[in-house]
């Protein structure tokens, strides 16, 4: 369960997303429910995170 004022947020989170001419986050469709904002909000953030793309490539590194 997500509380209301985190839900409220992120709903003002999509609407501004989404007046960004360009952009692409939540392609090929706008989202309609903040929930669905949580897994491409975490994708991202993993994507673009220095300190994980770091560990994440440490580990794939044979020893």
Not at 2 to 28: H, L, N, Y
Not at 37 to 53: K, N, Q
């Amino acid at each position: 369960q997500i509380p209301v004022a985190q839900r409220a947020d992120m709903g003002k989170t999509i609407q501004a997303i989404e007046k960004i001419p360009g952009t692409s986050f939540f392609a090929p469709s706008p989202i309609d429910d903040p929930v669905k904002l949580i897994a491409p909000m975490v994708e991202h953030v993993i994507a673009t995170d220095r300190a994980f793309s770091k560990a994440r490539s440490s580990r794939a590194t044979p020893a």
